[in-house]
């Protein structure tokens, strides 16, 4: 999802699952009582918000168990831009999630809840599939801008963000565009979290992004930035 800060954002949720669900959106100063509470199968919510502030914010179903619901995948990332644009750049947006899985057969792998007590998830991806940016790396060009949007779904660990070989110039731990921290090699979104972080593609190559907490980063987030000539 993506909008402007000052747009008017309208959601409904109607829940066609089975327990009761509901949608907390970070980007929202809404009271959470009425817009985010959970409705039963069958029932819809619906509210309307308007961002006050720019950035990659998570909305989530925030129906208790909190955890069961992130954790089993009840997420994603709206990425709310100044209404004054940035500069151009070659725009991503990465989510990291953990998968905390049973070890019951089947075609499905139900989730298992002790797991997620216990923070040791099976994979920590970037936008749901471990290494898929191995496999498909991101490609850009010399002379290119790119910024990631990064958001952390979580549940519980935080995603230590950095590119081998590269240093953000620009990195925004509030709104964009005030206050930039300038020469970053890693920084943390903590779970529940957002932040913007830019490098100048001066230098041809394959830069691996990760999350360099490497027991995570090991787990699946981890990916290819191909610079190309
Ligand atoms: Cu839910």
Redesign the pocket.
């Known amino acids: 999802m993506h909008c402007r800060v000052g747009d008017t954002v309208e959601f409904t949720l109607t829940n066609d699952?089975v327990?009761?669900?509901?949608m907390d959106f970070h980007a929202a100063q809404v009271d959470p009582k009425t817009a985010f509470r959970s409705v039963p199968k069958g029932q819809s919510v619906a509210f309307t918000f308007k961002p006050k502030w720019a950035g990659a914010f998570m909305y989530h179903?925030?129906?208790a168990p909190v955890l069961m619901?992130i954790g089993?995948g009840?997420y994603g990332a709206i990425i709310v831009s100044p209404r004054e644009p940035l500069p151009v750049a070659k725009e991503f947006v990465l989510v990291q999630s953990e998968f905390y899985l049973s070890d019951a057969a089947g075609p499905v792998r139900a989730f298992d809840y002790q797991k997620m007590l216990s923070t040791l998830p099976d994979f920590v991806t970037f936008n749901g599939r471990p290494n898929q940016y191995i496999d498909a790396p991101i490609r850009v060009k010399v002379g290119d801008r790119v910024r990631f949007w990064l958001m952390n779904a979580g549940p519980t660990h935080p995603c230590n963000f950095h590119v081998v070989g590269e240093q953000f110039d620009t990195m925004y731990l509030g709104a964009p565009p005030a206050t930039p921290i300038r020469g970053v090699q890693t920084w943390d979104v903590p779970p529940g979290g957002g932040m913007c972080f830019e490098l100048l593609c001066d230098v041809p190559g394959e830069f691996p992004f990760v999350n360099h907490g490497f027991g995570h980063g090991q787990k699946g987030a981890i990916g290819f930035l191909n610079v190309e000539p």
């Open positions: 699952g327990v009761p669900h509901s179903c925030g129906t619901h089993s009840m």
